[in-house]
């Protein structure tokens, strides 16, 4: 009896786990079989409530899924039936197109080719438009014209008057040269407005010089390098014409000449590029001036004080060349003839490398820069060739420099050299003049002492 009762205990805590809370609430322990019975029953029927609470809402549910997806179904049969709609639609608007199309083209007929020849013209005119300097004057003409040149629809009349506008514009300001305000970019950094003028459409030009209309940005710059001054000169009178004509240089390539001047090398440039043989070239240049200048001055004093000295014979200066030979002749009055010549030619003889000192160093330096330039042009063709070499003759720029060397040194040796034997010649020249006042002077006082000389012997032979 006992193992049967703990078997229902079993059964029924088993029931209970299954049950829920109510189950649980009157687990207790039963005291007698009836009480067990009873809870038993009790704890049954709640769990009948609970399952048939939950298969309610399950079924409530499952109607509400079946409603749902009968409303998608129907949602996908509309979708596909206006999806068929608008296929067919789609088809019907290609048709309708390809007609239309068919239409408009039999309907242009000939304009579509004058339609082509607007376009491009305004497209040609565009690119002559926005790279002229007239249009620093007048920006912002080609934006109309850009629109006639992407247009798919044939132009308006209001359009082709914009273009024939702009043509005549360009045409007629070619010709004109006028002045107007404009942002001008300097080339330090920031901007000011000046006084520019227009000479039709090759040039600008602003305060002595020259700009550059840049076409990308749609503003005007001073070009880094100007031209020659002699081209400048004339640009300041051009501008300060307030009436009449002047002369002004201008570039019939509208500026492409002069934005090459910026790539062009300037003097210094070139003068560099002839390295050391240059330089040591321009140290004989500079060291022959400087012995040129000292020796035209000193000659300059010596021949000053020996005019002076020819207006005083009687009193000679040692200052001097000539005053030293008349000392001489002082000195020796009373000696014959043959031996005062001897004298006199002795002291010339002494006074010589004086007057003469500097003078062949001058020669000398002439004779050697061109030969320097010359080593110059000897080392810039080694140069080249050992580049031809490494390198081939692909790309001339790599040879540029060494020939530049071979042809600067050599402009440099002859540049040195004329004004050398120029300045050489002048300084031989004076020294010459020196040299023969001296030997005249000589002469004379020889020729005077030995008439003194031969006078008392005539005397007595009589």
């Not at 040039?203 to 076409?215: P, Q």
């Not at 003049?433 to 009589?462: C, F, M, N, R, T």
Request: aromatic share 4%.
């Amino acid at each position: 009896m006992k193992q049967v009762t703990k078997t229902l205990i079993s059964a029924i805590a088993g029931l209970t786990l299954v049950a829920g809370a109510a189950f649980s609430a009157s687990a207790q322990e039963a005291k007698t079989l009836e009480e067990l019975l009873q809870q038993v029953q009790q704890s049954r029927q709640a769990a009948q409530r609970i399952d048939q609470e939950r298969e309610r809402a399950f079924r409530q549910e499952r109607a509400d899924k079946q409603a749902l997806l009968r409303q998608a179904q129907q949602q996908l049969a509309n979708e596909q039936a206006r999806s068929e709609r608008l296929q067919q639609e789609y088809s019907e608007n290609e048709s309708t197109i390809a007609a239309k199309e068919v239409e408009l083209d039999n309907m242009i007929g000939t304009l579509g080719e004058i339609f082509g020849v607007i376009r491009g013209a305004a497209a040609d005119t565009i690119g002559r438009i926005s790279t002229s300097v007239v249009s620093a004057q007048f920006p912002d003409r080609h934006l109309v014209l850009e629109n006639l040149a992407e247009a798919r629809e044939l132009p308006n009349i209001s359009e082709l008057e914009e273009l024939w506008l702009a043509l005549l514009t360009e045409m007629s300001e070619s010709g004109n040269v006028s002045r107007f305000k404009g942002e001008v970019t300097l080339l330090g950094g920031g901007s000011e407005v000046r006084d520019v003028i227009r000479i039709g459409s090759f040039n600008l030009i602003s305060d002595g010089e020259y700009l550059l209309y840049s076409d990308t940005t749609g503003q005007m710059q001073p070009i880094a390098r100007q031209p020659a001054g002699h081209v400048l000169s004339a640009v300041e009178k051009f501008e300060n014409l307030e009436s009449g004509y002047a002369g002004v240089f201008i570039d019939p390539a509208r500026g492409q000449i002069l934005s090459l001047l910026t790539q062009k090398a300037t003097l210094m440039e070139h003068y560099h590029n002839g390295q050391t043989v240059g330089y040591a070239i321009t140290v004989l240049l500079v060291l022959g001036f400087i012995i040129a200048i000292y020796k035209l001055v000193t000659l300059t004093i010596v021949g000053n004080k020996m005019r002076a000295q020819l207006k005083n014979t009687a009193n000679p200066s040692p200052n001097n060349p000539l005053g030293r030979i008349l000392k001489v002749y002082h000195d020796n009055k009373n000696i014959d003839p043959e031996n005062l010549e001897l004298k006199l030619d002795e002291a010339i003889l002494r006074e010589t490398p004086k007057v003469e000192s500097g003078v062949n160093i001058i020669k000398i330096l002439a004779a050697i820069a061109p030969l320097m330039g010359l080593l110059g042009t000897v080392i810039g063709m080694i140069g080249t060739f050992q580049s031809i070499t490494l390198f081939g003759t692909g790309d001339p720029r790599i040879m540029a420099g060494d020939i530049s060397m071979a042809l600067v040194t050599t402009a440099l040796g002859l540049i040195a050299a004329l004004p050398l034997i120029i300045v050489h010649s002048i300084v031989a020249g004076r020294s010459k003049y020196v040299l023969h006042i001296l030997d005249e002077q000589s002469a004379g006082i020889v020729a005077e002492h030995a008439e003194k000389h031969a006078a008392p012997k005539a005397a007595k032979g009589e």
